[in-house]
Structure formats: structure tokens, C-alpha cells
């Protein structure tokens, strides 16, 4: 009898083990931010590559995130990794950061590998130290403060408008703020500033519908293409069941723009779409939109014709 315990707790330390080790296996660690503060104002942040499609920063200064939002920083710039560069990285700028030593950055990254697949890295910090000046060189704690904002000298030839980019004002009449041409030779269907949205659409519209990744968006002769897919390619007689995308889920989670569950003759959305949005890495306020787009004709297609 007591070999035959000594067996069976072998057996579980085998399994136990195994199972460790599968998980250790799927286990990727998101890699470190490395941040700079630039005399005499602006913020540099390094993210390294690990084969991403797209990263995103997102933070504020000495003002923890309560949520996964879009914080206050002005990450305008974003470098993406050369491919023939030996030490890839992203890079973020902020110009307009005013920071202080001793001040705190909050902030959360999340960033889409080339199969569409999500990471987050959640509620970290960043605390000033130093300052390093706009070529990279370390700022001396003993050299005098510049008096002169070197970024407030007006340009002679701006005519001031009223628009407002990424909370920045003083935005010169005719100035083109934001273009794409979606002119990327195959690559996936978001870039440093588009973000695919995964989630049960709700209000106002309610489309009957789920906006997902993969065969749902894509590129064909420099286009962006949005193509509705029967939801049931997913998983068949998924329409009856419950459909949770709280994993990757872009939405409010632990509501029903995350997971829901079919009941009586309320089924699951019957179809799957994509959208992007710049929500997160661009915005505006006054100004015109041209948008170049072939339509389709058919049910349930918004707008209808």
C-alpha cells in the first residue's frame, strides 16, 4: 500500500510538472520601456522590437491610470524599426512633456505581433532621475537653466486656425494632419496609428454584428478591405452559444461588449466585421475629412442605399 501511494504521488508531480511546463512554454514576457527626459522639454521613450506590427504607449505625468485609457501624453511621433537597423526598437516622442526631477509617468503599453495577436503591459512607472539633451547626451544636475522656451518663437508665415491636434493648439491654417493611402504591400491592416477594434458593437447604432481581426480585414491592390464573414466560420452552431474575447478584447471588459451568451431567440451576432480606429494614437478637433471609399449594396450594410 505504500508504494502504490508513493506511485500515485509520483504520477502527480509528473503531471503537475508537465503542466508547468506548458505553461512556462506559452509565457512571453513583454519587453522593457527605456525612457528619456529631454532638456529642456519632451520625453523620449525606446520600446524594443520583438517582431510587432504595432506598438502604442499610453500615460500621463504624476497621475496614476485608473483604467486602460489614452492618458495625457503626446506620443505624436512614432518611429517604427528599420529592418536593416542592428538594435530594433520603436521609438515615442512627446515635445511638449514639462517634466521635473522627480516627477512620475504612468503609463500601460499594448502592442499586435503580425498574427493580430494582443499583449499588454499594465500599471507601470517611470520616475525622472535625469535629463539627457536632444542629441542623447547626459544633462550635467550643475549647468544653468535655459530661460528662453525654445519652442514658443511663432512662425511669421502662420495663419492661425482653430484647430486642436492631440490637445495642441496654434495649428497653422492648410496644414495636413493626418494621411494614409493604405499603400502597404500586404501588410496586416494596422500600422502606428490605426488599432483594430475587438468587441460586440452596442450603442447608438447597435450593428448586429462583432468586429474582429484576420480574414475580416486585409489589403488587396493597396486598399483597405473590410469583408463581412458569416460568424459561423468561427465555430460552427457558435450563433447558440457563448462567445467570450475578453483575452483580446478592446472594449469595456466583464460587460457584454466583451463575452456574450445566446438565450431563447436572442442568438449571437450572425456576422463578423473589422474596424480601426486612431482613437488612441490620433485625434482632432475642427477641420475637413476627405475619404476616398467604394461602398457595397446589400442587407444589414451601413450606410444603405
Known amino acids: 500500500m505504500k508504494n502504490f501511494n508513493n506511485i500515485v504521488c509520483l ?19 513583454f519587453p522593457k520601456a527605456r525612457f528619456e527626459a529631454i532638456y529642456p522639454r519632451g520625453l523620449r521613450v525606446f520600446i ?3 517582431n510587432f506590427a504595432l506598438v502604442n504607449i499610453f500615460g500621463q505625468i504624476n497621475e496614476p491610470m485608473t483604467d486602460l485609457g489614452p492618458g495625457h501624453l503626446r506620443m505624436c511621433e512614432i518611429t517604427a524599426p528599420a529592418n536593416d537597423s542592428l538594435n530594433k526598437e520603436w521609438v515615442f516622442r512627446d515635445r511638449t512633456a514639462r517634466l521635473k526631477l522627480g516627477d512620475n509617468i504612468y503609463y500601460w503599453v499594448r ?11 499594465n500599471n507601470q512607472r517611470f520616475r525622472v532621475s535625469g535629463f539627457v539633451y536632444e542629441d542623447g547626451n547626459y544633462r550635467s544636475e550643475d549647468e544653468p537653466d535655459l530661460i528662453a522656451d525654445i519652442g514658443s518663437c511663432p512662425d511669421p508665415d502662420c495663419e492661425a486656425s482653430d484647430t486642436v491636434v492631440q490637445g495642441i493648439q496654434s495649428i497653422c491654417k492648410g496644414t495636413l494632419l493626418f494621411n494614409d493611402n493604405f499603400n502597404h504591400n500586404g501588410r496586416p491592416s494596422y500600422d502606428r496609428f490605426w488599432t483594430p477594434e475587438i468587441m460586440f458593437p452596442e450603442g447608438p447604432d447597435h450593428p448586429f454584428n462583432v468586429y474582429t481581426t484576420g480574414d475580416t480585414v ?7 478591405v473590410f ?11 457558435v ?4 462567445l467570450d474575447l475578453s483575452t483580446t478584447c478592446t472594449g469595456r471588459l466583464d460587460t457584454t ?11 449571437l451576432p450572425p456576422a463578423k466585421t473589422a474596424k480601426i480606429t486612431t482613437k488612441r494614437t490620433f485625434n482632432f478637433k475642427y477641420g475637413r475629412v476627405e475619404v476616398r471609399a467604394k461602398l457595397p449594396s446589400g442587407k444589414w450594410l451601413v450606410p444603405d442605399k
Do not use: H
Request: glycine share 6%.
Open 11 to 29: 504520477l502527480c508531480l509528473v503531471l503537475i510538472s508537465s503542466v508547468c511546463s506548458k505553461k512556462n512554454k506559452t509565457l512571453r514576457l
Open 48 to 50: 524594443p522590437d520583438e
Open 111 to 121: 502592442a499586435y505581433t503580425w498574427q493580430g495577436t494582443p499583449m499588454r503591459n
Open 218 to 224: 486585409g489589403f488587396e491592390e493597396e486598399t483597405l
Open 227 to 237: 469583408r463581412p464573414v458569416p460568424l459561423e466560420t468561427y465555430r460552427q452552431g
Open 239 to 242: 450563433l447558440f452559444e457563448q
Open 257 to 267: 461588449e466583451c463575452e456574450r451568451k445566446s438565450f431563447g431567440a436572442n442568438i
